[in-house]
Every structure is written in structure tokens, then in C-alpha cells.
């Protein structure tokens, strides 16, 4: 969910050929492929993560496998560029966190509403990186979940043919439903997709 705390735009709609949008989204593809198929790849020594990141990379890659530790940190680093008490405003009541969850999509996956603080150590819990990363894995696990579902139900839509992380993004980012109106899609969507292969081939050990 790319907002005002990564960048500063209004959504956009485009129409966009999908050999256009296939074309843009090859930077960085090969490493992103080679991680997404084996659900491997680790974060370089040399990537640009803080090191205390790289611990809350390491709890949502607990709590989902499926997902590569530099995927997870490119989104992580879009999202909210590591910052655990990102906060930024939007019609929909606003996002917290290093994953910018916003209210109902956080109550459901921690069962919880924003100004929990189950630890009692004065931070609510959304803002608490381990936790917020572990619920955001387990968050991601399940749209992944629902994406695969939607591809092998749907393999005639253009948008079953991307990589599956780069779908996976465009359910987090703009909704399911632009998985079935795919190439149509946002523009802010669309250079979120950018960004993460960009981070990714900067920071994975899979060349």
C-alpha cells in the first residue's frame, strides 16, 4: 500500500499495453525470478538494510517462507523505508508499520485494532517492529494464498502470467480486483512493482 510516506501522487489509472508494462518490469527480473521459484536468495552483506531491520526481515520470513528475504526487505523499504512508526494519511483511515497496514486489514490479521499493546511496554503493538513484521509476514502469506488461487482459477488473465511477487503486489497495493482489470492498473502500482525488482536486484545474493 504505497502512500504519501513513500511518495506523493494521486492514483492514477492507466491503461497500459501489457508488452509496455512487461518491458518496464524487467529491470532487475532475473534475480527476481531465479529467488521467487526456489523461494530462496538472502539479503547481501552489502544491501542497503539497517542491520535491525534485517532482524525483522528475518521474523517475516518466519512467518512466510514462501516469500525471499530480499523481496521482503525491498517492500519493507517501499513501504515505509524501515521505519516502524511510519504513519501516512489516506481516505481509508490512514496505514501504520514497516508493511503500512491499515486498521481492518491489521485487525485481521492480528486480531487486535491498532492501539493494542498486548506487551504493556507503552508502543502500540503496530508499531513494534518484531511484531509488526511477523503479522505482516503472516499477513502476506495469506494473500499469496489467495493470489495463487485467483491465477489457477483464472489462468486466461494477462496478470497470472506475471511473476507471481509482482501480482502479489498489486493485491497488496491496489487490491485483487486489479488482478482481473490488469494491464489496467494503477500508475503509483506500477512503479511500486519498479521499485521492489530495482531494491531486489540491489540487495539479493542471486545474481
Known amino acids: 500500500m504505497m502512500r504519501s510516506v513513500v511518495t506523493a501522487s494521486g492514483l492514477g489509472v492507466l491503461a497500459i499495453p501489457l508488452i509496455a508494462v512487461m518491458a518496464a518490469l524487467g529491470a532487475g527480473g532475473s534475480a527476481l ?24 526481515v528475518r521474523a517475516a520470513k518466519a ?8 523481496w521482503i526487505a525491498a517492500v519493507m523499504a517501499q513501504e515505509s523505508g524501515f521505519r516502524p512508526d511510519a504513519y501516512a494519511d489516506d481516505s481509508n483511515g490512514g496505514t501504520w508499520g514497516l508493511f503500512q497496514m ?6 485481521g490479521a ?11 511496554n507503552g508502543v502500540w503493538d503496530v508499531k513494534e517492529g518484531a511484531i509488526h513484521a511477523r503479522v505482516g509476514g503472516e499477513y502476506l502469506c495469506g494473500r499469496l494464498a489467495g493470489v ?3 491465477r489457477g482459477a483464472h489462468p486466461d488473465w494477462p496478470s497470472s502470467a506475471l511473476p507471481v511477487l509482482d501480482a502479489l503486489i498489486i493485491a497488496h497495493n ?29 540487495g539479493s545474493t542471486v545474481t
Request: charged share 20%.
Open 148 to 150: 495463487r488461487e485467483l
Open 63 to 70: 512467518a512466510c517462507p514462501d516469500l525471499p528475504e530480499p
Open 33 to 56: 525470478a531465479c529467488i521467487e521459484t526456489s523461494a530462496g536468495g538472502y539479503l547481501a552483506d552489502d544491501a542497503p538494510v539497517p542491520a535491525e531491520a534485517r532482524t525483522w
Open 174 to 202: 491496489a487490491g485483487e480486483s486489479r488482478l482481473r482489470t490488469y494491464p489496467t492498473f494503477p500508475s503509483t502500482t506500477q512503479a511500486f512493482i519498479e521499485n521492489v525488482r530495482r531494491r531486489v536486484a540491489d
Open 110 to 120: 492480528y486480531g487486535h485494532p491498532w492501539s493494542a499493546d498486548l506487551n504493556s
Open 102 to 107: 491499515n486498521a481492518s486489514v491489521w485487525a
